[in-house]
């Protein structure tokens, strides 16, 4: 099957199924007694230039967002990479200035110093070849505006996912349809170097589908082999691990600093619910707890992680859906707020947000679900205060913003609708200006 192919049949897992099972909650918003909405503002259109928005003083939030610029799903309506920047009031997003052309940049991460962001290019015919790319930018720390640096190969094809090491030194790339994870150095300028190291999975033949999945459940995960679909390193920067979500299993290597290799930890990998497709996880504030999130059967493992050996030990397995929920889900991003009190998860068909609490031992408690507002939110990201949690809705071609109430974790919807074609990721930033 070519590559075109393979990438339809790993986002398109199946039809919508928004009106099915949906929770009181979802009513709330046009309820017999729920207030109109206020008219929308005209967010994301370009006010200001880069120049002039940077002429104001005190910190600014700036937001990068990536998506699909081709070769992925049909809607593949993205440009490039666009800057926003945020009211720290409202939560509004404004764009600034004109998109930095970049191709398929699907996932994107900033470096410690906030000096440099990458980006995946989620391709397969990089210079003609059978691999993706990354692409590094310069980051004016005036005014946002990215410089690109350069484009190296991603070692392996479709690359879904990226993370920069906390030296700043290495950057983690994932390489979905490859099957492989890559560690690639990072200059002192912030451009990229060479590979120090790749590594292929390999495995049994796994499930399509979980024996634990949602009743209803008609999508399905791509199990054809490894499919690696999130790399990062633990908070010490000791173990990285990643999510195979076609070999089900999180590996742990032992990451070397100064050759810039990987090795397999004592306990090499943990082998997930087969079938449930991990792909995406966090950590704890304090890194003892790691959240893994299946994106087949839409639940959450939580495990005790030894921060000294890599081993993590299941602790517990909550679902985020509701008891009566029925369909689709095929979860997509979880993300911890930055009280560590509360843990939130996407569920791409569900088109609604799952809300946990998090306890003192780490476990959660699942309290509310809460509809985006748009089709298909796969990203989810917090502002850098932690007040706003912003949702790339891919199908709709739109951003929506809920409120967080930081004592409770309820989310508000804001009506704050940014058009932008295909969004798939954030990249959140401060700028001081002077």
């Not at 495995?203 to 199990?223: C, F, I, L, Q, T």
């Not at 633990?234 to 999180?250: E, Y």
């Not at 930055?338 to 843990?343: A, E, I, R």
């Amino acid at each position: 099957m070519n590559n075109k192919h393979n990438m339809m049949g790993r986002r398109i897992f199946g039809f919508s199924i928004m009106g099915l099972g949906l929770t009181s909650h979802f009513g709330k918003a046009f309820g017999e007694n729920a207030p109109p909405p206020a008219p929308i503002p005209k967010a994301a259109l370009p006010k200001a230039s880069p120049e002039k928005a940077a002429k104001k003083t005190g910190p600014r939030i700036l937001c990068y967002v990536g998506g699909y610029t081709r070769s992925g799903p049909p809607e593949s309506n993205a440009t490039g990479i666009t800057l926003f920047e945020m009211n720290p009031e409202s939560g509004i997003l404004t764009q600034l200035g004109y998109v930095t052309p970049a191709d398929n940049p699907s996932f994107l991460a900033l470096s410690p110093d906030q000096n440099s962001l990458y980006t995946v290019n989620e391709i397969s015919d990089f210079e003609g070849g059978h691999t993706g790319s990354v692409t590094a930018f310069q980051v004016d720390r005036r005014t946002g505006v990215l410089t690109k640096l350069n484009v190296m190969s991603s070692g392996g094809a479709d690359p879904a996912h990226l993370s920069v090491h906390p030296s700043g030194k290495y950057l983690f790339i994932a390489n979905y349809t490859g099957g492989s994870a890559a560690v690639m150095r990072i200059q002192p300028d912030g451009s990229l170097g060479l590979l120090t190291d790749l590594i292929h999975n390999t495995g049994p033949k796994m499930p399509e589908r979980a024996a634990d999945n949602p009743p209803g459940n008609y999508a399905v995960s791509d199990h054809s082999g490894s499919h690696v679909h999130m790399i990062q390193a633990d908070v010490n920067g000791k173990f990285v691990l990643a999510c195979d979500a076609g070999l089900d299993r999180v590996y742990v290597w032992l990451f070397d600093m100064e050759s810039g290799t990987l090795k397999p930890a004592e306990k090499p990998w943990l082998s997930m619910e087969p079938g449930s497709a991990p792909r995406h996880f966090c950590f704890s504030h304090d890194g003892k707890v790691i959240y893994i999130l299946g994106e087949q059967d839409s639940r959450v493992v939580v495990a005790d992680y030894d921060t000294q050996t890599g081993a993590m030990q299941v602790k517990q397995t909550a679902s985020t859906v509701t008891a009566q929920f029925r369909g689709s889900t095929l979860a997509a991003e979880i993300i911890l707020h930055p009280t560590g009190k509360f843990l939130y998860v996407t569920n791409r068909l569900g088109n609604a947000i799952a809300c946990f609490r998090v306890h003192e031992d780490g476990s959660i408690t699942l309290f509310d679900e809460v509809w985006v507002h748009a089709d298909y939110g796969r990203a989810l990201s917090f502002d850098p205060s932690g007040k706003f949690v912003f949702v790339a809705n891919q199908r709709s071609d739109c951003i929506t913003s809920l409120r967080v109430n930081t004592e409770t974790g309820v989310l508000d919807f804001t009506w704050h609708f940014v058009p932008i074609g295909t969004p798939t990721s954030f990249a959140f930033t401060v700028i001081d200006s002077v």
